[in-house]
């Protein structure tokens, strides 16, 4: 099973995982041996219910958790249990963000905020060197989503959809390997939900970056190279774009 799906254009994989969390005196199983491994420079949409454990199986495979059973992959290595300081170095090097509640700090401006995974991956004195080839390395990021007007607002003065765009330049200023998007359009009006879509296509096609994204909308999910479908915690289906 595990030879099948490790294939050499694999990037990254979740081989049989299982995951529950604790409610009480109960337990709840969430993920219920999900298989699922995804190219490099792919876009995969994960769709389900609410419940049906999607999210979970994203921070699984971005190693914001960690599976009860199974393994995370990737190019063939196992990562879900490495140290923790190198799972860490690998949420800061390799994986990039975007929430559906955007998880922007507020007490920054948009221009720190997208700084951020740059000032936790250096030393404070190698930053201060560096720092202007960050700060316009930022700039351009966000002259490139269309924010380069916004750089020293901060979040309470930014719509919705500018929100958005700030947290995915924040989720690209590490240069990350796998784009994960938890509802990237969720909380967005169908406009701005076109416009975030047609950005992260931009990026996957002009970058080559593997996105890996959650959502409950088929509309947007159809959107993406393949579509994965949970249920109940088990892989339904998976569908090829037309």
């Known amino acids: 099973m595990v030879d099948t799906i490790m294939m050499p254009q694999t990037h990254i994989a979740a081989i049989a995982v299982e995951k529950a969390y604790r409610k009480g005196e109960h337990k709840v199983p969430v993920l219920l041996g999900v298989d699922i491994e995804v190219r490099r420079g792919e876009f995969v949409s994960i769709i389900g219910q609410s419940g049906s454990g999607k999210s979970t199986l994203l921070h ?62 250096h030393s404070a004195w190698s930053y201060w060197k560096s720092r202007k080839a960050f700060q316009e390395q930022a700039r351009e990021l966000l002259d490139r989503v269309g924010l380069g007007h916004r750089l020293g607002h901060k979040p309470t003065e930014l719509s919705g959809g500018e929100m958005q765009r700030a947290a995915i330049a924040r989720a690209l200023m590490g240069n990350p390997e796998v784009l994960l998007a938890d509802e990237p359009t969720g909380n967005l009006d169908s406009e701005t939900g076109a416009e975030i879509m047609d950005l992260l296509r931009n990026l996957n096609g002009r970058n080559d970056l593997t996105i890996i994204m959650v959502t409950h909308d ?17 892989l339904e289906a998976w569908v090829e774009a037309a």
Not at 83 to 98: C, K, T
Not at 218 to 234: F, M, N, Y
């Open 60 to 121: 699984l495979l971005g190693l914001l958790d960690g599976p009860d059973v199974g393994e995370v992959k990737l190019y063939g290595e196992r990562i879900d249990d490495l140290p923790q300081h190198s799972r860490d170095e690998l949420r800061n090097r390799v994986f990039g963000f975007i929430f559906q509640f955007y998880h922007l700090l507020p007490e920054l401006t948009v221009m720190e905020n997208v700084l951020t995974p740059l000032m936790i991956r």
């Open 218 to 234: 088929e509309s947007i999910a159809q959107q993406a190279h393949r579509t994965v479908r949970l249920a109940e915690g088990r």
